[in-house]
């Protein structure tokens, strides 16, 4: 688990310097860009924070009421706890929504490459 949490923070980080260094002008490194910064953070929000307490083994504010017991909260706060929980999700959806696009833009290159260049320009991806 450690080590997946450190791939996904340095990598998705080399990742992104290196489609900034080379500054290419292609929709698709965009698209592989934003990918990248959304997986940064899911991997900084949440995979650190269990990361701390599978190594500390402190589970602070975990209620035993059942399913509800896999609740992880820093110190006992509660609201830390919702907070990093609406942010994994809502970063996981976006991650999981430019998956099927950046698949999309992958068909259409594959598919269509002569019209690929006229259908997805820098104005379509923003």
Same mark, same amino acid.
């Given at each position: ?9 340095? =990598? ?8 900034? @260094? ?5 929709? =698709?490194?965009?698209?592989? !860009? ?22 500390? *083994?402190?589970?602070? *504010?975990?209620?035993?009421?059942? !399913?509800?017991?896999?609740? /992880?909260?820093?110190?006992?706060? #509660? ?8 942010? *994994? ?8 929504? $430019?998956? !099927? ?7 259409? @290159? !594959?598919?269509?490459? /002569? $019209?690929? #260049?006229?259908?997805?320009? #820098?104005?379509?991806? #923003?």
């Amino acid at each position: 688990m450690s080590l997946m949490t450190v791939l996904a923070i340095f =990598g998705n980080v080399l990742i992104i310097i290196a489609l900034v @260094a080379v500054r290419k002008k292609n929709p =698709g490194y965009f698209l592989i !860009a934003c990918q990248s910064f959304v997986d940064f953070i899911v991997g900084s929000t949440c995979m650190t924070t269990v990361l701390y307490s599978i190594i500390t *083994g402190d589970r602070g *504010g975990v209620e035993k009421s059942g !399913a509800s017991d896999t609740w /992880l909260s820093l110190g006992g706060h #509660r609201h830390w706890c919702e907070i990093q929980t609406y942010v *994994g999700n809502v970063f996981m959806n976006i991650s999981y929504t $430019q998956l !099927a696009i950046i698949s999309i833009d992958r068909f259409f @290159a !594959a598919y269509r490459p /002569l $019209q690929y #260049r006229s259908m997805v320009t #820098r104005k379509r991806m #923003r």
